[in-house]
């Protein structure tokens, strides 16, 4: 069976410069403004198509070194032609965070937006490494999201995903049990709640400031979300529904998301928190 178009877009995460529009890019400057003043080695963390890297590359001169950690190969096969300007400066290395490995520079300004969530349950491993690798006195920038969750731990767009699976014919209380049988966790779930992030933060690091906002997605039309969730959710979610039906359920969680926007004004409206952490000592 031939794949859609856009289930190639949800295997290779392709797309996300401009999805990233919608959410993740917003927040590029709220997080640097938080940077020290003279930054010499940045980490990126799931550093995606290198937009944060590309960013404090152009803005901090005194930086000798950029590293991406990514562990999609067609994100980092895009990072590495969009920073080929700034030569030997960046270096790019595919990475699983769950695991991660030694690293033989010791960066101080280490930066992870928007993918935490993808490391649970198992993140306190990364907050260890970053606690043994970073510089002594070195900044770790860390954004993540806190939807509010049901009794079985769904929330943000698991909500757009059960809307879907409902109008491709799943009962509705048998969307947990779905998500269950196929190991999908809830992402309101794999994104911990404030309180319990803290404390997993503070075995490691010590946290100097947080600072919170809205995180708000609107769209234009149905097709805009639809590949919003493909470049941004790949086929995490859509591993529930058997191959035939792939196509619809990306249709159908873009058309949930823009039915949304046109009854609330907004398809999803959640805090997302800003950890400005440092070494121990
Ligand atoms: C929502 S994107 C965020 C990208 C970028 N940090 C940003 O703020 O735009 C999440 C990124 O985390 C990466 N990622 C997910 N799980 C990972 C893992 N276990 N190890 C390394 N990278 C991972 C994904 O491939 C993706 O590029």
Do not use: C
Not at 16 to 24: F, N, P, T
Not at 99 to 119: A, F, G, I, K, Y
Not at 123 to 147: C, I, K, S
Not at 213 to 223: L, T
């Amino acid at each position: 069976m031939t794949s859609s178009a856009v289930e190639i877009q949800a295997s290779t995460l392709a797309g996300y410069a401009d999805a990233s529009k919608l959410r993740q890019a917003n927040d590029q400057d709220w997080v640097l403004d938080q940077a020290p003043v003279e930054p010499r080695v940045h980490a990126d963390l799931g550093s995606g198509i290198g937009q944060l890297l590309e960013a404090t590359l152009e803005r901090f001169p005194s930086l000798q070194r950029a590293v991406g950690l990514e562990q999609s190969e067609h994100r980092l096969r895009e990072a590495a032609d969009r920073l080929r300007r700034f030569g030997d400066r960046v270096r790019l290395r595919q990475a699983d965070l769950r695991s991660p490995e030694p690293m033989d520079l010791s960066p101080d300004l280490v930066t992870m937006t928007s993918v935490l969530h993808w490391l649970y349950p198992v993140e306190e491993r990364l907050f260890a490494w970053l606690g043994q690798h970073m510089a002594l006195d070195g900044t770790f920038l860390l954004t993540t999201y806190h939807p509010s969750r049901d009794e079985h731990g769904l929330g943000g767009e698991d909500e757009l995903v059960r809307e879907a699976l409902v109008a491709l014919g799943t009962d509705r209380t048998l969307v947990p049990r779905r998500f269950a049988d196929h190991d999908v966790v809830p992402i309101a779930t794999r994104t911990r709640d404030a309180k319990g992030l803290h404390r997993l933060l503070e075995r490691h690091l010590r946290v100097v400031t947080t600072a919170e906002r809205d995180a708000v997605v609107q769209v234009g039309s149905a097709a805009e979300y639809e590949h919003f969730h493909a470049a941004t959710f790949g086929d995490y979610y859509s591993r529930m529904v058997e191959p035939g039906l792939r196509a619809d359920f990306f249709r159908a969680v873009g058309e949930a998301a823009w039915r949304r926007q046109q009854e609330r004004g907004h398809v999803s409206h959640m805090p997302i928190r800003l950890w400005k952490t440092t070494t121990r000592g």
